[in-house]
């Protein structure tokens, strides 16, 4: 019996198998225009490298486009690339990209920097597997600030998105710090289990604070209570009256000092002729009352 072996006959094509060559742009007149068509069809143009002149529509894998840059203005070469020839067509295409010369950095086993942009807008991610440290840093110009945003959607709109560390979380801002929700609120401090103060608040329930002190304030439509063993106003150096019986205290003093009678040579005297004036501020003692605050 006669094996037969089949294969992809090697096609003459006049270049290598491989080789690496480096980014161009054809047209510098229709640069923005090339740039935005090279991402829509994933392909490039390509100077082959020594000894090759330009490959056209060259196909170029979606992760390897992301890396590579074009050159700027002025220059002939972008991001050096490394392409292979195609086993049937015998044309190149792009497998992989090599760091320009400004884009190493010092780094140890276990770590590595990625940066995207140029010198006025750039983004770096730096991973360290020896201190286990994860940094993202942004920076931007006037006419582009930083932005970083994560969002997160489902279907049924019950998305989560959790942070945990073990002992603190840090974060600072030079101008503004924004929360905002559209229902519910919620921080809560734990001790092993323990809650030690809870801040709540519930659209159209309210505002609820609590605490290990027997401290709560109660926030809601119409009233706010605040709940304590002590309350000050300011430095708390005088006691508050209790409206309500400060007034009952007043009405029987008057009604005493209308009451007074003494004797006098002629007998028992009569009470004060002013008393009538005493029964009009007795009559007004209740407007001292607040319709605002209470107190125990």
Not at 185 to 191: G, S
Request: aromatic share 8%.
């Amino acid at each position: 019996m006669v094996e037969e072996t089949i294969r992809v006959r090697a096609i003459e094509t006049g270049i290598e198998g491989a080789g690496i060559g480096y980014i161009v742009i054809p047209d510098e007149n229709l640069r923005e225009q090339y740039i935005a068509d090279c991402y829509r069809t994933k392909t490039l143009t390509i100077n082959g490298g020594l000894g090759y002149s330009y490959f056209y529509n060259v196909p170029c894998p979606p992760n390897v486009l992301q890396n590579i840059k074009f050159p700027d203005k002025g220059e002939k070469r972008g991001t050096a690339v490394i392409w292979v020839k195609h086993g049937i067509s015998g044309m190149p295409i792009i497998i992989n990209w090599l760091e320009n010369a400004n884009d190493y950095y010092q780094l140890k086993p276990n770590q590595n920097r990625k940066t995207i942009g140029d010198e006025n807008r750039n983004i770096e991610i730096f991973t360290d597997g020896n201190e286990t440290n994860f940094q993202i840093t942004l920076i931007g110009d006037s006419e582009f600030p930083s932005k970083f945003n994560i969002k997160l959607n489902s279907e049924n709109a019950d998305s989560e998105f959790g942070v945990y560390c073990d002992n603190k979380i840090n974060i600072t801002s030079d101008n503004e710090i924004s929360l905002n929700t559209n229902q519910k609120f919620v921080v809560n401090i734990n001790d092993e289990g323990i809650q030690k103060a809870s801040f709540v608040y519930d659209k159209g329930v309210g505002f609820t604070y609590s605490d290990e002190f027997d401290n709560k304030i109660v926030a809601k439509d119409g009233e706010v209570r605040i709940e304590s063993k002590k309350i000050n106003l300011g430095s708390g150096k005088e006691k508050v009256v209790l409206g309500n019986t400060l007034v009952k205290t007043l009405e029987t003093l008057i009604d005493a000092i209308t009451s007074i009678t003494s004797m006098t040579p002629s007998g028992m005297s009569s009470t004060p002729i002013n008393s009538p004036q005493f029964t009009v501020i007795k009559n007004q003692l209740s407007k001292i009352l607040s319709n605002l605050s209470n107190t125990d």
